[in-house]
């Protein structure tokens, strides 16, 4: 008797359980267990105007030693410290010239302790506030009116031009309808109206030549032989095969039993060491670079990776991948081409898209004196002359971001930033070194004679493995 009430439940719970599939079918339109189909969200761009680069203006620097020898050559006798009155407003011992570095005894109070100082040597006028005591003093390029500092950010200091004669400001103003202008006395911070500049401050540091991170897995103490590991290379990144699957084709045509997870850690072992390989490697390059951003799953969340790519030559150049799409990375891509060039050529050129951090970065280089242009083709047609002569290199490297996403699709994401950047090392280890190209006649774009010669794929990443780690050893001898 118990068996058959037992029986009888199951099939009540199983019929329960059809008629909630049924009911959540009719209601919601689709089944409780279809996958859901993940698409990345495709965030518009911040709006965000990119003004022109400012006047910077260095200030003057004189050396107060030299002053007091040309005075004494000119004069017949040496320029005397200050004759200080019992009752003059003392200046402070630590205090020196910002203009000439004079010391405290050749320097006058000058407006009866109110903040002012002069110096006798140079005859500077300065405050604690003093134009000399900048690195830089940043001035509007339209009316050449020294900028004003409003904000404070993370990354970079805002500055503003405030000066209402501007020629951008009365521009601004007299192309404003009845109706904007009424609105902007109500809500002036509703308009972009004045010139605004971004001083960025970010403390980057280019990449390391060697990895400090210490793989899981020794590469010199695996259990498979070196054809093995460059098998499952071939198959995980040649052919886009997720690990689970390079660890079911491992076993059943090879017959070597492997784990999905021993191929993950032997994927990231091997990318920390072919990763200063990649980096540092002296390509040949040409003077066309594009650059763009593709979206990648990272820990169930959608990340960017940016590519930066040389148009001509067919080389990967730079490949960070970010949670943000934000000023920061645009510098950190751009900074690992500048690495990659023998010399900063006077037009180097970046095509890219719309997306206003690219001139953000292009402020922040200018900053510290690396300049470059950058020409952004917007949308999907050509709307203007720029779009129509550059499209052919934003469609190349929107042609690489399709490549890449045809080895990533099958890993349906990471489940760690680490993971991410071992199987885009891989790729693009692969991209530069072993991937035949047609637009190079069937040739690889960095040709290495020890890899061509070598008769097969497997063969060739282990090569390549060698090559990196050798090149390590030398960097460290």
């Not at 339109?29 to 859901?36: L, T």
């Not at 107060?64 to 000119?74: D, V, Y």
């Not at 498979?224 to 095969?241: A, D, E, F, M, R």
């Not at 169930?300 to 990967?316: P, Q, S």
Request: charged residues 25%; hydrophobic residues 35%; aromatic residues 10%.
């Amino acid at each position: 008797m118990l068996p058959q009430i037992i029986t009888y439940l199951l099939m009540l719970i199983n019929y329960q359980e059809q008629m909630i599939r049924t009911l959540l079918t009719l209601l919601i339109g689709k089944s409780m267990f279809d996958k859901p189909i993940e698409a990345p969200v495709n965030k518009p761009y911040r709006k965000l105007q990119v003004d022109d680069l400012p006047i910077i203006e260095v200030p003057e620097k004189l050396d107060f030693k030299q002053l007091l020898t040309e005075h004494l050559a000119a004069n017949g006798k040496p320029l005397k410290p200050v004759q200080r009155r019992s009752n003059s407003t003392p200046v402070p011992a630590s205090m020196k010239c910002p203009k000439c570095g004079a010391p405290s005894e050749y320097l006058y109070a000058n407006n009866g302790g109110k903040g002012q100082f002069q110096c006798k040597v140079c005859s500077c006028l300065f405050n604690q506030k003093s134009r000399y005591l900048k690195e830089a003093i940043l001035k509007c390029p339209h009316c050449a009116k020294t900028l004003e500092k409003i904000k404070e950010r993370k990354d970079f200091n805002v500055f503003k031009c405030k000066n209402n004669d501007c020629s951008y400001y009365q521009k601004k103003l007299s192309r404003m309808s009845q109706k904007e202008k009424k609105r902007f006395k109500e809500d002036p911070q509703a308009f972009k109206m004045r010139y605004i500049y971004r001083q960025f401050h970010i403390d980057y540091q280019p990449l390391a030549k060697h990895s400090p991170k210490k793989p899981k897995v020794d590469l010199s103490r695996l259990y498979v032989s070196p054809h093995t590991l460059g098998l499952i290379l071939t198959y995980h990144v040649n052919y886009g095969l997720s690990a689970r699957k390079t660890a079911a084709l491992m076993k059943d045509i090879h017959g070597v039993s492997i784990s999905h997870q021993s191929i993950l850690n032997y994927e990231n072992s091997v990318a920390l060491t072919l990763k200063p390989y990649v980096d540092h490697y002296p390509y040949e390059l040409s003077d066309q670079f594009c650059g763009d951003e593709t979206y990648i799953r990272v820990n169930g969340r959608w990340h960017y990776l940016f590519f930066f790519f040389d148009a001509v030559k067919k080389v990967i150049l730079s490949y960070p991948v970010s949670p943000n799409r934000d000023t920061a990375t645009a510098i950190r891509a751009i900074d690992e081409v500048l690495l990659k060039l023998k010399e900063i050529p006077e037009n180097l050129t970046f095509v890219v898209d719309g997306n206003p951090i690219y001139l953000l970065a292009q402020h922040f280089f200018s900053q510290h004196e690396i300049p470059f242009d950058v020409i952004q083709v917007i949308g999907l047609t050509n709307e203007d002359e720029v779009s129509k002569e550059y499209r052919p290199l934003k469609q190349i490297i929107e042609r690489l971001n399709r490549t890449f996403k045809g080895n990533y699709r099958s890993t349906h994401g990471f489940g760690s930033e680490q993971g991410s950047v071992s199987f885009v090392t891989l790729f693009v280890a692969y991209f530069n070194f072993l991937r035949p190209h047609s637009a190079l006649e069937g040739k690889v774009p960095v040709l290495i004679p020890e890899l061509e010669q070598l008769p097969n794929m497997p063969a060739r990443w282990t090569k390549l493995i060698d090559l990196a780690q050798q090149w390590l050893i030398d960097q460290t001898a």
